[in-house]
């Protein structure tokens, strides 16, 4: 059985060869900080959130696409697969993606915290590429695309050509970020000190980057700042607007930084079918608009953008028996074997 995961850093899905998607659950752990037992995981850990009592923690373990608490990653990831490989006796091979330009520490670790599970061997692919390859893309021919996948930890943004990646750049933060800003936002104009389940939940419900037709509101609820009391808040979409299109447009000047590297031939492919936006941030209301403003080329969401990420990487599957038959002048989008 081969297995294709996508490690992110708000939520993690597992692709099985021949059945598809069979896992999507947030990537965060509740623990006991003594002991670092792990208490829940997924769901379950995720509306405890905020509501912690003292020496337990929720947290989400990686940060910006790497994994920032490599004990807490491997025992999560071992929870996760245990749910979806239920037997041990046959040993998979599982893929995993990678943020463009991680270090070959995070490499590695992203590796470990896959093998602990006791795999049989691991191979790596760029989460811009699988995007590429999950949203239809002609990745492996000599034609360009620009993918930007858009999570919550970074934003990815690729030029594929013949199964591997001519320029790209990630920047960090992105959805993430998002949620801070709404806080800081809010205790800032209101006074009001929400938590990030509450931004998040916000974001999702009337965040846009376009001056909305009709307003819409959002209640929010928290601590007031200087009373130290419950308060509730009604905020405008045009106010979430005014929080997280700061962050947007660092992306959309990522975009551009793509674009005057890309050499001449490939931006004619790029012009002619346009900019592709995947992720669960590029659903945002106005995200094409901004991106077409700001570039000047067409852009457009993927279908069903949440899942790209793991699509291509099932696709990826396909490539392996190459790998490990070391077949020469093929292409191949995997790029590393552990």
């Given at each position: 059985?081969?297995?294709?995961?996508?490690?992110?850093t708000?939520?993690?899905?597992?692709?099985?060869?021949?059945?598809?998607?069979?896992?999507?659950?947030?990537t965060?752990?509740?623990?006991?900080?003594?002991?670092?037992?792990?208490?829940a995981?997924?769901?379950?850990?995720?509306?405890?959130?905020?509501k912690?009592?003292?020496?337990?923690?929720?947290?989400?373990?990686?940060?910006?696409?790497?994994?920032a608490?490599?004990?807490?990653?491997?025992?999560?990831v071992n929870?996760f697969?245990?749910?979806?490989?239920?037997?041990?006796?046959?040993?998979?091979?599982v893929?995993?993606?990678?943020?463009?330009?991680i270090?070959?520490v995070?490499?590695?670790?992203?590796?470990?915290?896959?093998?602990?599970?006791?795999?049989?061997?691991?191979?790596?692919?760029?989460?811009a590429?699988?995007a590429?390859?999950?949203?239809?893309?002609?990745?492996?021919?000599?034609?360009g695309?620009?993918?930007?996948?858009?999570?919550?930890?970074?934003?990815?943004?690729?030029?594929?050509?013949?199964?591997?990646?001519?320029?790209?750049?990630?920047?960090?933060?992105?959805?993430?970020?998002?949620?801070?800003?709404?806080?800081?936002?809010?205790?800032?104009?209101?006074?009001l000190?929400?938590?990030?389940?509450?931004?998040?939940?916000?974001?999702?419900?009337?965040?846009?980057?376009?001056?909305?037709?009709?307003?819409?509101?959002?209640?929010?609820?928290?601590?007031?700042v200087?009373?130290?009391?419950?308060?509730?808040?009604?905020?405008?979409?045009?106010?979430v607007?005014?929080?997280?299109?700061?962050?947007a447009?660092?992306?959309?000047?990522?975009?551009?930084?793509?674009?005057?590297?890309?050499?001449?031939?490939?931006?004619?492919?790029?012009?002619?079918?346009?900019?592709?936006?995947?992720?669960?941030?590029?659903q945002?209301?106005?995200?094409?608009?901004?991106?077409?403003?700001?570039t000047?080329?067409?852009?457009?969401v993927?279908?069903?953008?949440?899942n790209?990420?793991?699509?291509?990487?099932?696709?990826?599957?396909?490539?392996?028996?190459?790998v490990?038959?070391?077949?020469?002048?093929?292409?191949n989008?995997?790029?590393?074997?552990?």
């Open positions: 059985m081969d297995i294709a995961i996508d490690l992110g708000s939520n993690t899905r597992i692709y099985i060869n021949g059945k598809g998607i069979v896992f999507d659950k947030p965060v752990v509740a623990f006991y900080v003594e002991s670092n037992n792990i208490i995981v997924g769901h379950e850990a995720f509306s405890m959130l905020g912690t009592p003292a020496g337990m923690k929720v947290l989400y373990p990686l940060a910006c696409g790497v994994i608490e490599s004990y807490l990653v491997e025992d999560m929870i697969l245990k749910q979806v490989n239920r037997s041990r006796v046959v040993m998979p091979r893929v995993g993606c990678i943020p463009g330009d270090t070959e995070e490499k590695r670790a992203v590796v470990n915290a896959i093998s602990s599970f006791g795999v049989r061997r691991v191979y790596l692919i760029e989460s590429k699988a590429a390859m999950g949203c239809n893309l002609p990745v492996m021919s000599p034609h695309s620009l993918i930007c996948d858009i999570g919550g930890g970074t934003a990815d943004i690729a030029v594929t050509s013949l199964g591997g990646i001519a320029v790209s750049k990630s920047i960090k933060g992105a959805g993430n970020m998002m949620d801070e800003e709404i806080i800081k936002y809010v205790r800032r104009k209101h006074n000190h929400i938590g990030m389940a509450m931004a998040e939940k916000c974001k999702v419900e009337i965040g846009c980057l376009k001056a909305p037709t009709e307003e819409k509101t959002f209640r929010l609820k928290g601590r007031h200087i009373e130290n009391l419950p308060r509730y808040m009604d905020i405008k979409s045009s106010e607007m005014e929080a997280i299109q700061e962050t447009i660092s992306i959309v000047k990522g975009i551009l930084d793509v674009l005057e590297q890309t050499p001449p031939e490939l931006i004619g492919d790029i012009y002619t079918d346009g900019i592709v936006l995947s992720g669960g941030l590029s945002l209301p106005g995200f094409t608009d901004l991106v077409s403003d700001y000047g080329f067409g852009a457009l993927a279908e069903d953008p949440s790209c990420v793991i699509k291509g990487c099932g696709k990826s599957i396909d490539y392996i028996e190459e490990e038959h070391l077949t020469e002048g093929e292409l989008p995997l790029i590393a074997a552990y």
